[in-house]
T-cell receptor, first 115, second 113 residues
Framework: GENVEQHPSTLSVQEGDSAVIKCTYS??????FPWYKQELGKRPQLIID???NVGEKKDQRIAVTLNKTAKHFSLHITETQPEDSAVYFC???WGLGGGADGLTFGKGTHLIIQP | EAGVAQSPRYKIIEKRQSVAFWCNPI?????LYWYQQILGQGPKLLIQ????????DSQLPKDRFSAERLKGVDSTLKIQPAKLEDSAVYLC???????????FGPGTRLTVL
């Protein structure tokens, strides 16, 4: 089955600086890669996603890049703000590649924005 | 648009007892997922339904966990008997169709004593 590794487990940055979180996946058949933000005691919320036919996607301060050859994808947050503090999860799935499409999640990155 | 609803929000039981969780997906969403999130970890898929059929239950501990989605709408997840290691948040998610964005419910926090 799919295995997703996520690094770092904790990331502390100064407000206004950029943050980068990296994930690798094992199954070359995976073709859908979402990122979720989870605040303490809350449900995971999708912040951005990317499919395997795209190398990069951007939404305001958030961007995701995908390298299918190397089987890794990254989340980039620019101009970080206090409200960006949360746990971020990457995930991967087969989509409609022929298998089931439940998500396999990484272990999460606790992002701390220092004022 | 109403979100995914789950109940109860919290449940405390003794080990070896039974417990059931309920999920109501977003109206019109054909695909429904149950995930288990242990403290400090990412969610882990337990089971996926497409309408009222099971697509994937390979990670469901079938000796104690069961789930159903009668009529292809609401779903229940049951644990019988519960073990200490079942303490977790149980998240329900739904999507309009397979390979679509998944929306998560608020979760049920289960504590097994």
């Amino acid at each position: 089955g799919e295995n997703v590794e996520q690094h770092p487990s904790t990331l502390s940055v100064q407000e206004g600086d950029s943050a980068v979180i990296k994930c690798t996946y094992s199954d070359s058949a995976s073709n859908y890669f979402p990122w979720y933000k989870q605040e303490l005691g809350k449900r995971p919320q999708l912040i951005i996603d990317i499919r395997s036919n795209v190398g990069e996607k951007k939404d305001q301060r958030i961007a995701v890049t995908l390298n299918k050859t190397a089987k890794h994808f990254s989340l980039h947050i620019t101009e970080t703000q206090p409200e960006d503090s949360a746990v971020y999860f990457c995930a991967a799935s087969w989509g409609l590649g022929g298998g089931a499409d439940g998500l396999t999640f990484g272990k999460g990155t606790h992002l701390i924005i220092q004022p | 648009e109403a979100g995914v609803a789950q109940s109860p929000r919290y449940k405390i039981i003794e080990k070896r007892q039974s417990v059931a969780f309920w999920c109501n997906p977003i109206s019109g969403h054909a695909t429904l997922y149950w995930y288990q999130q242990i403290l400090g970890q990412g969610p882990k898929l337990l089971i996926q339904f497409q309408n009222n059929g099971v697509v994937d239950d390979s990670q469901l501990p079938k000796d104690r966990f069961s789930a159903e989605r009668l009529k292809g709408v609401d779903s229940t997840l049951k644990i019988q008997p519960a073990k200490l290691e079942d303490s977790a948040v149980y998240l329900c998610a739904s999507s309009f169709m397979r390979d679509d964005q998944q929306f998560f419910g608020p979760g049920t926090r289960l504590t097994v004593l």
